[in-house]
């Protein structure tokens, strides 16, 4: 149940604020996702790592930036967001980019205020 | 049109009772498809996948029928823990869109109650 660790569970944020959203798997996968959840929207793929490589942005705002230092970590730096932005972060990985099944982490519920 | 599109819900059904969700899918070079199950305030878990001749696990069936791109899942004599919204994804397979990975798309999911 603990393959996928996030934290923080939950933030709140200023507009003008940076934070970070961190991200670890305990699962020796290679491959890493970043997703948003808003309400009543489906899941929204962000960025997307392989082997700390990233394979996938997609049309995400420059105000996320993704890091991947190594293939058990994975970072979601945050700076002058929106309260738009508000929405429930998900990581993921799986065994390889090519993997069909993806663990979920329980994510991080931001609100920006 | 959605990539893939689900009836949102809510089911609301007694235990013991046999629901079904469907979900359409709008790409045809989709290549493996699955059924996650989110509950509340929780992350999604895989369910199942759904293989094309149809699969099942336990209470649960799933369904696909490529030439109409359509999906589904069929559960019966419900609990009251299969209280959960059901997801259904789709991936293409690797380098099938331009992409070396295999990229999953969500359905909004349909939520299901079941009561006493």
């Known amino acids: 149940e603990t393959g996928v660790t996030q934290t923080p569970r939950h933030l709140v944020m200023g507009m003008t604020n940076k934070k970070s959203l961190k991200c670890e798997q305990h699962?020796?996968?290679?491959?890493m996702y970043w997703y948003k959840q808003s309400a009543k929207k489906p899941l929204e793929l962000m960025f997307v790592?392989?082997?700390?490589?990233?394979?996938e942005n997609n049309s995400v705002p420059s105000r996320f930036s993704p890091e991947c230092p190594n293939s058990s970590h994975l970072f979601l730096h945050l700076h002058t967001l929106q309260p738009e932005d508000s929405a429930l972060y998900l990581c993921?990985?799986?065994?390889?980019?090519?993997?069909?099944?993806?663990?979920f982490g329980p994510g991080t519920r931001l609100t920006v205020t | 049109r959605k990539e893939v599109e689900q009836d949102p819900g809510p089911f609301n059904v007694p235990e013991g009772a046999t629901v079904a969700f469907n979900c359409t899918y709008s790409?045809?070079?989709?290549?493996?498809f699955f059924w996650y199950r989110q509950d509340c305030r929780k992350e999604p878990k895989l369910l199942m996948s759904v293989y094309s001749s149809g699969n099942e696990d336990g209470r649960f069936t799933a369904q696909l029928n490529r030439a109409s791109q359509y999906i589904s899942l069929l559960i019966r004599d419900s609990k009251l823990s299969d209280s959960a919204t059901y997801l259904c994804v789709v991936n293409k397979s690797p380098n099938a869109g331009g992409t070396s990975y295999g990229k999953l798309t969500f359905g909004q999911g349909t939520i299901l109650t079941v009561h006493p």
């Open positions: 699962l020796g996968h290679n491959a």
């Open positions: 790592y392989s082997l700390e490589e990233r394979v």
């Open positions: 993921a990985s799986s065994l390889s980019s090519a993997s069909y099944e993806q663990y």
């Open positions: 790409n045809s070079a989709s290549q493996s």
